[in-house]
């Protein structure tokens, strides 16, 4: 991590970038990209940890496909038991497994996609400088800001 923040330390000085302007983005990136993630990770700890005993709960990221490759493979639920049980516990906690009457089904089709993985730093790197460029007036110091903006500020 350190020797990333000094290549982007140097790219934001490159780029006429505050150092604390990217580091701040960065953060906020950062933090709005694992809560946008969190339900669905909930979700799939959930499932994992009825489906498991205690030590392989660090296992529900991709636990499912690899416990029950024949079930995923073939796209049968039938082939994992106990699956229509830990539906049910889920969709308790999860109502959105109930649009369908079919939380079973639902829960399947989430677990047969890949996990959402967070972006790598450098993407997230990268995607903060790409906001601070395309929004001048709002990060960049020396950037100015027209009449016409000031005029559209609400207070």
């Not at 889920?90 to 996990?115: G, I, R, T, W, Y």
Request: hydrophobic share 35%; aromatic share 12%; glycine share 4%.
């Amino acid at each position: 991590m350190a020797n990333t923040q000094t290549t982007y330390r140097r790219k934001a000085k490159e780029l006429g970038i505050s150092w604390e302007t990217l580091l701040d983005t960065y953060r906020e990136l950062r933090v709005h990209e694992r809560q946008s993630r969190e339900r669905a990770w909930k979700m799939r700890r959930r499932a994992w940890k009825f489906m498991t005993s205690e030590g392989c709960h660090g296992f529900w990221r991709h636990g499912f496909q690899a416990r029950y490759p024949k079930a995923f493979g073939e796209g049968d639920r039938e082939n994992i038991p106990g699956f229509d049980v830990c539906s049910q516990v889920v969709a308790a906690e999860f109502p959105e497994l109930n649009q369908d009457n079919d939380p079973a089904e639902a829960l399947f089709d989430f677990l047969s996609q890949p996990h959402d993985k967070l972006p790598s730093s450098e993407e997230t790197w990268e995607e903060a400088i790409e906001i601070i460029l395309n929004n001048p007036s709002q990060y960049l110091a020396d950037s100015h800001v027209s009449d016409d903006e000031l005029a559209n500020v609400p207070f």
